[in-house]
């Protein structure tokens, strides 16, 4: 019958639910902080730059080429018309700029304003705590 369960069923369903609870407030207490970080918006309104933002920030971190409105497109999801939306105001706020004639890279001088910014804290603090939430969730429920 669907609706039975068994006990390892039932270990295995809580610690998938502690597990989502985790993850779960590790998200929101990145999103908050990130939103912070742009005052101008609300976070749904800002969601798109920051994937796009970030997405420039791991390749850079990658030692990838410059990314292209295209490949940024396919790599998130997202029409090219928001993504070209986004790297505009993202240039236009300092955030990342254009190299080459098609290609973005994060702007250092903007995470040197920001190198002990409050809400980047927050976000390494969140990780750290459910990285440890995690793997001592691993260690007592098998």
Same mark, same amino acid.
Not at 23 to 40: D, E
Not at 98 to 116: C, N, P, Q, V
């Given at each position: 019958?669907?609706?039975?369960?068994?006990? @390892?069923?039932?270990?295995? !369903?809580?610690? %998938?639910?502690?597990?989502?609870?985790?993850? +779960?407030?590790?998200?929101?207490?990145?999103?908050?902080a990130? %939103?912070?970080?742009?005052?101008?918006?609300h976070?749904?309104?800002?969601?798109?730059e920051?994937? =796009?933002?970030?997405?420039?920030?791991?390749? /850079? /971190?990658? +030692?990838?080429?410059?990314? @292209? &409105?295209?490949? $940024?497109?396919?790599?998130?999801?997202?029409?090219?018309? @928001? =993504?070209?939306?986004?790297?505009?105001? $993202?240039?236009?706020?300092? =955030?990342?700029?254009? *190299?080459?004639?098609?290609?973005?890279? +994060?702007?250092?001088?903007? !995470?040197?304003?920001?190198?002990? &910014? /409050?809400?980047?804290?927050?976000?390494?603090?969140?990780?750290?705590?459910? &990285?440890?939430?995690?793997?001592?969730? *691993?260690?007592?429920?098998?």
């Amino acid at each position: 019958m669907a609706s039975e369960t068994t006990t @390892n069923s039932d270990a295995a !369903l809580a610690k %998938r639910h502690k597990q989502s609870a985790i993850i +779960g407030r590790l998200t929101v207490a990145g999103f908050v902080a990130m %939103r912070s970080g742009y005052p101008r918006k609300h976070i749904g309104a800002v969601f798109e730059e920051l994937l =796009v933002c970030l997405a420039i920030r791991v390749a /850079d /971190d990658l +030692g990838a080429p410059p990314l @292209n &409105a295209s490949e $940024l497109s396919k790599r998130l999801g997202l029409p090219r018309s @928001n =993504v070209r939306r986004c790297l505009d105001a $993202l240039v236009g706020e300092g =955030v990342i700029r254009k *190299e080459g004639e098609h290609g973005y890279r +994060g702007e250092m001088d903007w !995470l040197t304003s920001r190198i002990d &910014a /409050d809400y980047f804290l927050k976000i390494r603090d969140a990780i750290i705590c459910a &990285a440890d939430e995690l793997k001592a969730l *691993e260690a007592t429920i098998t």
